[in-house]
Nanobody, 125 residues
Framework: VQLQASGGGLVQAGGSLRLSCAAS????????VGWFRQAPGKERDFVAT???????NYADSVKGRFAISRDTAENTVYLQMNSLKLEDTAVYYC????????????????????WGQGTQVTVSS
């Protein structure tokens, strides 16, 4: 089971990026998927999550700017990031958790079973 995160890069403040999390060796059909981020010297923080039932939840700091979605056919989860701010600079990780619950949210990193390698997002002024 592997998760491959991609789509990071360097963008100016106010710009947009779309991150992708592709799964190989498994599907997301019965998994909650989350995005987390970790800035230098800080803890890994929750950003957004989507349940296998399609329900979404976001950290307050990104509400209204970020959108998480899933493409079942492509077995990929996306994080659309708009109106990026300097404080969004971090390494972004996707993670998956096997669960029988279609609508339960998981906000803690320790709850997740599988992790991608991370993709760097740098927002410049």
């Amino acid at each position: 089971v592997q998760l491959q995160a991609s789509g990071g890069g360097l963008v100016q403040a106010g710009g947009s990026l779309r991150l992708s999390c592709a799964a190989s060796g498994r599907t997301f059909s019965r998994a909650a998927v989350g995005w987390f981020r970790q800035a230098p010297g800080k803890e890994r923080d929750f950003v957004a999550t989507i349940t296998w039932g399609g329900y979404t939840n976001y950290a307050d700091s990104v509400k209204g700017r970020f959108a998480i979605s899933r493409d079942t056919a492509e077995n990929t989860v996306y994080l659309q990031m708009n109106s990026l701010k300097l404080e969004d600079t971090a390494v972004y990780y996707c993670a998956a958790k096997d669960t029988e619950f279609r609508g339960t949210f998981y906000f803690e990193a320790l709850r997740y079973d599988y992790w991608g390698q991370g993709t760097q997002v740098t927002v410049s002024s």
